[in-house]
């Protein structure tokens, strides 16, 4: 049932400090703050590890590989499902393989996983619907604990599957010997933190309903991030595009002069996923590119970020202060709204938009 909600898209975005709270202390220990060991899940000796789904599914997986390279310094590729089936992929000794699937139905990952099964690599299945095919079918299954979701577009499967992810990378971090006990404290008691802190962000809600109503007018919308902010682009591009049917894009920052900028005119909403990370210079002056030819800036960011982007962004919505590990799942929780409510001004069927379903089981 939607209770005061409208829409369950809107409840499902509400509903997200409990379900990655849910997720993360499946995977952490909240007293030792240490990840759990997963029973036949062992990192040591991958050699690399295939993370494969499809639309948002495969956002969070590409956002995670950032993290094993960084917290574990494995090799990750990230591929959608339908492209991975049939390129003939290489598979290589030390493979550990993941499918990442809210309804554990989708068609072309379910064949993915098979045709990874059949060439004898591991197989983990990170799902939310426990008796799913793909989640049967998986060597092992690592569950998000998001509970049903009934909006067709995909908010609390996301960042559960994000939560989950993190956890799972500090567990590769700590195998492989690239996370000391205070590194792995430190990540752990962050995710700990995040639900409280997607409350504060929800908060925001208000002010993204105001940039919703303008943006509500616009054509086209692009989305510019940078590192783990870029897929996170990508996500919050899709979420506008399936609910607004406004077009939208999401670019690498630095990519923009390798071709987007030339899409920059008067008054285009850019989007710029802008935490004070270790590359905020250069997303900074990507705002700056884009702001000095006319873009109407909306800087998502938080409150150090906010204070640098003072003048130089016209519209700033600030999120409170997150680490590597939960800035996505905070950010994620903005462009959620800033979607849902543009949507909301436009009149759509925010929970059944046109031509889509829930769960893809043809290809
Ligand atoms: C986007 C969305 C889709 C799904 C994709 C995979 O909001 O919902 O892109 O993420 O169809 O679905 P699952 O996760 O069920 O395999």
Same mark, same amino acid.
């Given at each position: 049932?939607?209770?005061?909600?409208?829409?369950?898209?809107?409840?499902?975005?509400?509903?997200?400090?409990?379900?990655?709270?849910?997720?993360?202390?499946?995977?952490?220990?909240?007293?030792?703050?240490?990840?759990?060991?997963?029973?036949?899940?062992?990192?040591?000796?991958?050699?690399?590890?295939?993370?494969?789904?499809?639309?948002?599914?495969?956002?969070?997986?590409?956002?995670?590989?950032?993290?094993?390279?960084?917290?574990?310094?494995?090799?990750?590729?990230?591929?959608?499902?339908?492209?991975?089936?049939?390129?003939?992929?290489?598979?290589?000794?030390?493979?550990?393989?993941?499918?990442?699937?809210?309804?554990?139905?989708?068609?072309?990952?379910?064949?993915?996983?098979?045709?990874?099964?059949?060439?004898?690599?591991?197989? +983990? #299945?990170?799902?939310?619907?426990? =008796?799913?095919?793909? @989640?049967? /079918? &998986?060597?092992? *299954? %690592?569950?998000? $604990? !998001?509970?049903?979701?009934?909006?067709?577009?995909?908010?609390?499967?996301?960042?559960?599957?994000?939560?989950?992810?993190?956890?799972?990378?500090? +567990? #590769?971090?700590?195998?492989?010997? =690239?996370?000391?006990? @205070?590194? /792995? &404290?430190?990540? *752990? %008691?962050?995710? $700990? !933190?995040?639900?409280?802190?997607?409350?504060?962000?929800?908060?925001?809600?208000?002010?993204?309903?105001?940039?919703?109503?303008?943006?509500?007018?616009?054509?086209?919308?692009?989305?510019?991030?940078?590192?783990?902010?870029?897929?996170?682009?990508?996500?919050?591009?899709?979420?506008?595009?399936?609910?607004?049917?406004?077009?939208?894009?999401?670019?690498?920052?630095?990519?923009?002069?390798?071709?987007?900028?030339?899409?920059?005119?008067?008054?285009?909403?850019?989007?710029?996923?802008?935490?004070?990370?270790?590359?905020?210079?250069?997303?900074?002056?990507?705002?700056?590119?884009?702001?000095?030819?006319?873009?109407?800036?909306?800087?998502?960011?938080?409150?150090?970020?906010?204070?640098?982007?003072?003048?130089?962004?016209?519209?700033?919505?600030?999120?409170?202060?997150?680490?590597?590990?939960?800035?996505?799942?905070?950010?994620?929780?903005?462009?959620?709204?800033?979607?849902?409510?543009?949507?909301?001004?436009?009149?759509?069927?925010?929970?059944?938009?046109?031509?889509?379903?829930?769960?893809?089981?043809?290809?």
């Amino acid at each position: 049932e939607k209770g005061n909600h409208r829409h369950f898209m809107e409840k499902e975005i509400h509903e997200q400090p409990e379900v990655i709270g849910r997720t993360v202390s499946h995977y952490a220990d909240a007293f030792e703050n240490s990840v759990h060991e997963i029973a036949g899940l062992d990192f040591r000796s991958a050699s690399r590890l295939i993370i494969v789904g499809c639309g948002t599914a495969a956002y969070a997986g590409e956002i995670s590989r950032y993290w094993f390279g960084s917290l574990a310094r494995l090799a990750v590729e990230v591929d959608i499902a339908s492209e991975f089936r049939y390129r003939d992929p290489v598979f290589l000794p030390g493979d550990i393989a993941l499918f990442i699937s809210q309804s554990g139905e989708t068609a072309d990952t379910l064949e993915a996983m098979r045709l990874a099964a059949a060439a004898g690599v591991q197989t +983990l #299945a990170l799902v939310n619907t426990p =008796h799913s095919t793909i @989640a049967r /079918e &998986a060597s092992l *299954v %690592v569950p998000t $604990l !998001a509970g049903p979701e009934i909006g067709v577009a995909s908010t609390k499967a996301f960042t559960s599957q994000l939560s989950a992810l993190a956890c799972l990378a500090v +567990l #590769a971090g700590r195998h492989r010997g =690239h996370l000391d006990r @205070a590194q /792995e &404290a430190g990540h *752990v %008691v962050s995710l $700990l !933190a995040s639900p409280g802190l997607m409350v504060k962000a929800l908060e925001r809600e208000g002010e993204i309903e105001a940039l919703a109503q303008e943006i509500a007018s616009h054509p086209t919308v692009l989305y510019l991030g940078r590192n783990q902010n870029f897929p996170l682009a990508l996500e919050a591009a899709l979420k506008l595009k399936e609910i607004s049917y406004i077009h939208a894009e999401g670019y690498a920052a630095g990519e923009l002069k390798h071709g987007p900028i030339a899409l920059i005119e008067e008054g285009l909403p850019v989007i710029v996923i802008a935490p004070h990370d270790a590359l905020f210079d250069k997303t900074r002056s990507s705002i700056q590119q884009v702001a000095s030819r006319g873009a109407h800036v909306i800087a998502i960011t938080d409150p150090e970020g906010a204070r640098a982007l003072e003048g130089e962004a016209a519209s700033i919505i600030t999120l409170p202060k997150g680490s590597q590990l939960t800035n996505p799942l905070l950010f994620a929780s903005a462009v959620q709204l800033l979607a849902y409510h543009v949507a909301v001004y436009k009149g759509t069927d925010v929970d059944q938009p046109r031509n889509l379903a829930k769960s893809v089981t043809v290809e």
